[in-house]
């Protein structure tokens, strides 16, 4: 493996972890109240336990057509989200917690390998140029994206814990 791709993985797996230029996913979801977590919002059709699960699914879904030529998409866009009635308990939001959690090391574990290709492209790739590299930057991205949504949820329903100091009315216009 050489320098650059040495660099390429390294910040790669920084945008995975989180933060500097988005939320981190812990601070997100710590302690997140159970009774927020099946919060119903006007004009936004999902629950921010239902965006978790959509977080983690997507992230799975990327990981598996990276890993098998035999890995079927789900109908698109039912198959990424639960169905819309479908309500959290404190063990479904923990086990999907658990769920994304290790799944993500799975994708840590693959970048951190030196024995894997990430670059090459995969041969049962429904385009050129699909590789895990790619699959996995599209996690990041997709990730961050609604991670910060998750937190946006978070400072609509005001329950930020205190010590993370995301209090949506000390924002201003300049901001």
């Known amino acids: 493996m050489n320098s650059s791709q040495t660099l390429t ?3 790669l797996l920084h945008t995975l972890r989180g933060g500097e230029a988005h939320m981190d996913f812990d601070q997100v979801i710590d302690g997140f109240p159970e009774r927020d977590m099946n ?14 699960w959509h977080i983690w699914f997507c992230q799975y879904d ?5 890993l098998s030529a035999d890995y ?11 169905p819309t ?9 923990d086990a999907t917690v658990a769920d994304f959690r290790r799944d993500l090391s799975h994708i840590v574990a693959l ?7 990430v670059f090459a492209p995969l041969p049962w790739g429904i385009a050129p140029g699909h590789s895990l590299f790619r699959n996995f930057t599209v996690v990041s991205d ?34």
């Open 9 to 11: 993985r390294a910040n």
């Open 39 to 52: 919060a119903r919002l006007s004009n936004v059709p999902y629950t921010p336990w239902q965006l978790l």
């Open 62 to 66: 990327l990981l598996q057509y990276g």
């Open 72 to 82: 079927r998409w789900p109908k698109f866009p039912d198959g990424y989200w639960p």
């Open 85 to 93: 009635r479908e309500h959290a308990s404190q063990a479904t939001w």
């Open 111 to 117: 970048i951190e390998d030196p024995a894997c290709d």
């Open 142 to 175: 997709h990730n961050a994206y609604h991670i910060g949504e998750l937190g946006l949820w978070r400072a609509l329903l005001g329950n930020w814990p205190a010590h993370q100091n995301r209090d949506p009315s000390a924002l201003t216009p300049e901001h």
